[in-house]
T-cell receptor, first 114, second 116 residues
């Protein structure tokens, strides 16, 4: 089984709808992150959480919100989706107990907003 | 602000050729980490390597090698004897060591196409 899972893997929705993307991990990591990937732009950080009670905005947080329900779960919400939020979304995790703090990514969620 | 530049948008090579992917970074931090990730056509992101700013030793892993030079702020990635399975988008990333942990700044990626 994958260490970092994302649901759904693909989603098509309409402008104005509320959407939630979920991320779960079995790696036991304390830190979790949400990124979006757009063609030609690489990955950009939306939100990150260093533990359950710690939530921080990233580079492009406008239009998004997050919830860290447990150490293993980190959800990303689009309260009112708009077409320019069409992108590939990645969840990532890392572990402060190691010296590397390398981020490991989930398989991605492809979101299309019509 | 941190910045990562991957000037090569797309590279095409014939199988068995060597290829180098360039990465240039900017940071004011004295302690930082550099990463390479691979994104194959299936879309997932695969971690390849991490290097900290105090370790300028080059690293080799099979057909992959990495050259880190602080003097030129570069962290280049070479694939020797490329194979079709190496076809992917490769991302270089730089981490900012904040109070609680690392945030990654990604380059825009280099699409590598290896043809028969």
């Amino acid at each position: 089984d994958a260490d970092v899972t994302q649901t759904p893997r693909n989603r098509i929705t309409k402008t104005g709808k509320r959407i939630m993307l979920e991320c779960s991990q079995t790696k036991g990591h304390d830190r979790m992150y949400w990124y979006r990937q757009d063609p030609g732009l690489g990955l950009r950080l939306i939100y990150y959480s260093f533990d359950v009670k710690d939530i921080n905005k990233g580079e492009i947080s406008d239009g998004y919100s997050v919830s860290r329900q447990a150490q293993a779960k980190f959800s990303l919400s689009l309260e009112s989706a708009i077409p320019n939020q069409t992108a590939l979304y990645f969840c990532a995790t890392s572990d402060t107990s190691t010296s590397t703090d390398t981020q490991y990514f989930g398989p991605g969620t492809r979101l299309t907003v019509l | 602000a941190q910045k990562v530049t991957q000037a090569q948008t797309e590279i095409s090579v014939v199988e068995k050729e060597d290829v180098t992917l360039d990465c240039v970074y900017e940071t004011r931090d004295t302690t930082y980490y550099l990463f390479w990730y691979k994104q194959p056509p299936s879309g997932e992101l695969v971690f390849l390597i991490r290097r900290n700013s105090f370790d300028e030793q080059n690293e080799i892993s099979g057909r992959y090698s990495w050259n880190f030079q602080k003097s030129t702020s570069s962290f280049n990635f070479t694939i020797t004897a490329s194979q079709v399975v190496d076809s992917a988008v490769y991302f270089c990333a730089l981490s900012e060591v904040t109070g609680g942990g690392n945030k990654l700044t990604f380059g825009t990626g280099t699409q590598l196409k290896v043809e028969l």
